[in-house]
């Protein structure tokens, strides 16, 4: 079972998200451009920032903090982000059946684009044609697998939520005491990986 980062209370509300693609460009003697997209989807870098985290026998966010951030050995181990505005899919479509096909992919779009899910964490509902399932198929991580291959032409959807499969992407973290018992983490930044 993944590990899913820990949700404390002394997050700051301001996070910093970004895509990230990798390109290559070789450019000609004439200027002239030769581009090729290295990725099939962005890679996502989080930026949280902790204002207080509490170190007393009853309140230990530090130690939940820095334990969950030793546990994966620092940029080293993988788990799961739940991001508070961007965990949940409804009416997505995933694929249209073919009649040999039996895995699919979890998708969900954003802003028209539609890029793979790092996991499902709940809410799972899948439709063929529009008819819920209630079994005949199965979920790990972001795979959805039928016992039955769904027909030709037969639309997929799924409602769930879903997470970002990252790692740290320091091997540092710094924490930083400005009163007794009290800390403050001024950045963590995570990066998704390809599960």
């Known amino acids: 079972m993944t590990l899913i980062y820990p949700n404390l209370p002394g997050r700051a509300y301001e996070v910093q998200k970004t895509p990230t693609w990798s390109t290559r460009i070789l450019t000609a003697a004439s200027g002239r451009e030769t581009r090729m997209a290295m990725w099939s989807a962005p890679k996502w870098e989080f930026r949280l920032k902790y204002e207080v985290l509490r170190d007393t026998p009853t309140e230990n966010e530090l130690q939940i903090l820095l334990g969950f951030f030793n546990q994966q050995q620092g940029s080293f181990g993988s788990f799961l982000l739940i991001d508070p505005d961007d965990n949940q899919a409804t009416g997505q479509t995933i694929a249209v059946g073919d009649g040999t096909t039996a895995s699919f992919t979890l998708v969900r779009t954003f ?33 959805l697998t039928f016992s039955r291959p769904p027909a030709s032409g037969a639309v997929i959807s799924a409602d769930f939520q879903y997470a970002f499969l990252v790692r740290f992407k320091d091997d540092a973290i710094t924490a930083e005491r400005f009163l007794r018992q009290m800390w403050s983490v001024g950045e963590v930044n995570l990066i998704t990986v390809r599960g």
């Open 111 to 143: 802003g028209g684009y539609v890029e793979p899910v790092g996991a499902v964490v709940g809410g799972l509902t899948i439709y063929v044609n529009g008819a819920r399932q209630t079994s005949g198929y199965s979920v790990a991580g972001n795979a």
